[in-house]
């Protein structure tokens, strides 16, 4: 089965961004620390017309750290500025200002040597949709912008939101489309939700997830679901089916007969994965 991808949305999307990048100095890109290659648009090289960048692993707190810090060091030898957050809670969102700086300490310098005062720096925050966005946003800004833009009466405009002195945020995200002509990655994103489970098949994306555990993660997958034994050959599609069994069988997923019902195994077991149940896992790593 091939996944649409749909050129128009891309077009918009790009056009939409390059009108904002008239308007900041830095872009700040947010990707998913458990896979920061699929979660990004392969044409934000692009998109960004070499605009000053940092890149935000975001969702650290799910993704497993080693490789997390395997892709800080990738994306830093690439010549980024990278550092892994959590927008939910914060954790190392308050490094994100002095990271701009960083970026742009010639183009200060430069200013300060002219005796201009430089004005605080103007970032937009670009990522695909659901890897953290809106989170971030609120969480830079203290506040939740959303919920004031709702209020009756109050035209939302494009806004810029005030982080300490020495920055502005746009209040909207430029939203960008992972390109999943590549099977893998559209089930890497619909094991995480990032995208709608109508696109692919259920049952395809837990017999992908179980694949994938069960060679890298299998200790907490067999622990969660009581599972003993673990598949001798991973390119055996019916012993990755026996794992989803003994799953179903241990969720009481059964149809009569005794069958197990591989349909409610694989939500239940994708529904308990996104839920962090599974511990910290990484998709896909940079070596
Ligand atoms: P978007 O604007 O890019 O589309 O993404 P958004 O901020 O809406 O975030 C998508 C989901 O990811 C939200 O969960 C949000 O809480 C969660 N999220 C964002 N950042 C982090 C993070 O650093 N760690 C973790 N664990 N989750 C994060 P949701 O289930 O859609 O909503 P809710 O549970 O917050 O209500």
Same mark, same amino acid.
């Given at each position: 089965?091939?996944?649409?991808?749909?050129?128009?949305?891309? *077009?918009?999307?790009?056009?939409?961004?390059?009108?904002?990048?008239? %308007?900041?100095?830095?872009?700040?890109?947010?990707?998913?620390?458990?896979?920061?290659?699929?979660?990004?648009?392969?044409?934000? +090289? +692009?998109? %960004?017309?070499?605009?000053?960048?940092?890149?935000? %692993?975001?969702?650290? @707190?799910?993704? +497993?750290?080693?490789? *997390?810090?395997? /892709?800080?060091?990738?994306?830093?030898?690439?010549?980024?500025?990278?550092?892994?957050?959590?927008?939910?809670?914060?954790?190392?969102?308050?490094?994100?200002?002095?990271?701009?700086?960083?970026?742009?300490?010639?183009?200060?310098?430069?200013?300060?040597?002219?005796?201009?005062?430089?004005?605080?720096?103007?970032?937009?925050?670009?990522?695909?949709?659901?890897?953290?966005?809106?989170?971030?946003?609120?969480?830079?800004?203290?506040?939740?912008?959303?919920?004031?833009?709702?209020?009756?009466?109050?035209?939302?405009?494009?806004?810029?939101?005030?982080?300490?002195?020495?920055?502005?945020?746009?209040?909207?995200?430029?939203?960008?489309?992972?390109?999943?002509?590549?099977?893998?990655?559209?089930?890497?994103?619909?094991?995480?939700?990032?995208?709608?489970?109508?696109?692919?098949?259920?049952? @395809?994306?837990?017999?992908?997830?179980?694949?994938?555990?069960?060679?890298?993660? /299998?200790?907490? %997958?067999?622990?969660?679901?009581?599972?003993?034994?673990?598949?001798?050959?991973?390119?055996?599609?019916?012993?990755?089916?026996?794992?989803?069994?003994?799953?179903?069988?241990?969720?009481?997923?059964?149809?009569?007969?005794?069958?197990? @019902?591989?349909?409610?195994?694989?939500?239940?077991?994708?529904?308990?994965?996104?839920?962090?149940?599974?511990?910290?896992?990484?998709?896909?790593?940079?070596?």
């Amino acid at each position: 089965m091939t996944i649409q991808w749909f050129p128009g949305h891309m *077009t918009r999307a790009r056009r939409q961004i390059q009108e904002k990048l008239k %308007l900041i100095d830095v872009a700040i890109e947010l990707v998913d620390a458990r896979l920061p290659l699929s979660s990004r648009n392969p044409m934000i +090289d +692009d998109i %960004l017309q070499g605009k000053p960048r940092m890149i935000l %692993l975001n969702k650290a @707190d799910l993704a +497993d750290p080693a490789v *997390t810090r395997e /892709w800080i060091d990738y994306f830093k030898q690439e010549g980024y500025a990278a550092v892994a957050i959590d927008a939910s809670t914060g954790q190392g969102v308050k490094e994100i200002p002095a990271m701009a700086r960083e970026l742009l300490q010639d183009k200060i310098e430069k200013q300060l040597a002219k005796g201009v005062n430089p004005r605080a720096i103007r970032a937009l925050i670009v990522g695909i949709p659901n890897v953290g966005k809106s989170t971030l946003i609120n969480r830079m800004a203290g506040r939740n912008i959303a919920a004031t833009g709702d209020r009756p009466g109050i035209t939302k405009g494009q806004q810029w939101i005030k982080v300490g002195s020495e920055m502005e945020l746009l209040d909207t995200p430029g939203i960008l489309w992972p390109k999943f002509e590549d099977q893998n990655v559209g089930y890497r994103l619909a094991m995480t939700g990032a995208i709608r489970e109508e696109i692919l098949n259920i049952e @395809d994306i837990a017999f992908f997830a179980v694949k994938y555990l069960a060679k890298y993660y /299998w200790e907490p %997958l067999a622990e969660r679901f009581e599972l003993e034994e673990a598949p001798q050959d991973f390119e055996n599609p019916d012993e990755i089916v026996a794992v989803m069994e003994a799953v179903g069988r241990k969720r009481g997923c059964l149809v009569s007969g005794g069958r197990v @019902d591989l349909e409610k195994a694989s939500s239940v077991l994708l529904r308990e994965l996104r839920a962090g149940k599974l511990g910290r896992y990484s998709l896909e790593s940079p070596y």
